[in-house]
């Protein structure tokens, strides 16, 4: 799985990468001070590649969890009402590898590593300080997140198949703990219209998730990059 998505990131930056050279022969010109083109009325289409710092959290009778730093990506759609504020709605995907400490009944403890898989979809707003083509921005937002810990909870089930390259194949599958919890998330950074159809967008993130039975509300930062491809 872990090899599916490293192989699915080096895809999708290969494919933002091509997509911002074709933008920029649409419409070469050289990018100065002058504004390349109002952006109300206009919709945008987002492929962001966040990057999530090693996190660490408490539990409940003294567990705790770090999670590894890892590289996520995903897609969206935004609607500029005008030049200075933006409706979008965002969707993204990481796997994040993780150590847990479990406090048993007995009251010794246990170490376990696993992968943790995320997914979120937001609804976001946008505020544009200026209406040039270098714009600084605040943006806030919530959404839902689903959370596969990777923990079986459940004896496996074995299927087996056959598979045109590898033949007969069996595998087991057993059920893992997951959920789905409200999110919330607050940024900003700047605005970069490199010409009127490609866009850059770094940004700082914080984001909290209502994880049931989590010591507080856990809170992540999220340092971003959209690649924005603008729709007139």
């Known amino acids: 799985m872990k ?17 911002a050279v074709v933008a920029t022969d649409v419409d070469a ?80 403890t246990r170490r376990y590593g696993s992968t943790m898989y995320t997914s979120t979809f937001s609804l976001n707003g946008i505020f544009y ?6 714009s600084p921005f605040v943006s806030g937002g919530a959404g839902m997140t689903y959370i596969d810990t ?18 007969y194949v069996c595998n087991n599958y057993a059920p893992t703990k997951t959920e789905n919890d409200v999110s919330y998330n607050v940024g900003l950074g700047v605005r970069f219209d490199i010409n009127p159809q490609f866009s850059l967008q770094p940004s700082y993130n914080k984001m909290w998730i209502d994880i049931h039975k989590a010591s507080g509300q856990p809170e992540f930062d999220v340092w971003r990059l959209d690649f924005i491809f603008r729709m007139m």
């Not at 090899?3 to 997509?19: D, H, M």
Request: glycine share 12%; proline share 5%; charged share 10%.
């Open 129 to 134: 300080f200026l209406e040039g083509n270098i």
């Open 150 to 167: 990777s923990i079986p909870t459940g004896v496996g089930n074995t299927a087996c198949w056959w598979d045109p390259w590898y033949g």
């Open 29 to 108: 010109q050289v990018y100065n001070t002058s504004r390349p083109g109002s952006r109300g009325g206009t919709w945008d289409f987002f492929l962001p590649l966040p990057y999530m710092p090693s996190w660490s959290a408490t539990g409940e009778q003294g567990s705790k969890i770090d999670v590894d730093a890892s590289w996520g990506f995903g897609f969206g759609l935004g609607y500029n009402i005008s030049d200075h504020f933006q409706v979008n709605g965002i969707f993204s995907w990481s796997a994040r590898n993780y150590d847990a400490q479990i406090m048993q009944t007995d009251g010794t």
């Open 3 to 19: 090899q599916i998505l490293r192989i699915s990131a080096a895809c999708l930056i290969l494919a933002i990468t091509c997509l």
